[in-house]
Nanobody
Framework: QVQLVESGGGLVQPGGSLRLSCAAS????????MSWYRQAPGKERELVAT????????GYADSMKGRFTISRDNAKNTVYLQMNSLKPEDTAVYYC?????????WGQGTQVTVSS
């Protein structure tokens, strides 16, 4: 069965860092583009970053460029999101998504709270 399990969220002070992980199982991970999304309370879910199936190309939302880095390890079926210089407005539930042709899978999310 398909599973995407996010981890690494938590409470961090402004200016701090977190590394999120998303472990995949139940499908051929290396075929799928992977993305991170986030949803803050009362707001729409928004794209954070995306990475192609072989990791060769990445893309970021403008507000994350230079602060966040997406990467993947196809041998470990895992995608990562390194988040630096965190701001209170980065507080949200972070989700990973796998996408291949018309197939899309979502994880359950991990909470990130940036607060002093």
């Amino acid at each position: 069965q398909v599973q995407l399990v996010e981890s690494g969220g938590g409470l961090v002070q402004p200016g701090g860092s977190l590394r999120l992980s998303c472990a995949a199982s139940g499908f051929t991970f290396s075929r799928y583009a992977m993305s991170w999304y986030r949803q803050a309370p009362g707001k729409e879910r928004e794209l954070v970053a995306t990475i192609t199936s072989n990791g060769g190309t990445t893309g970021y939302a403008d507000s994350m460029k230079g602060r966040f880095t997406i990467s993947r390890d196809n041998a470990k079926n895992t995608v990562y999101l390194q988040m630096n210089s965190l701001k209170p407005e980065d507080t949200a539930v972070y989700y990973c998504k796998a996408e291949f042709l018309t197939l899309r899978y979502w994880g359950q999310g991990t909470q990130v709270t940036v607060s002093s």
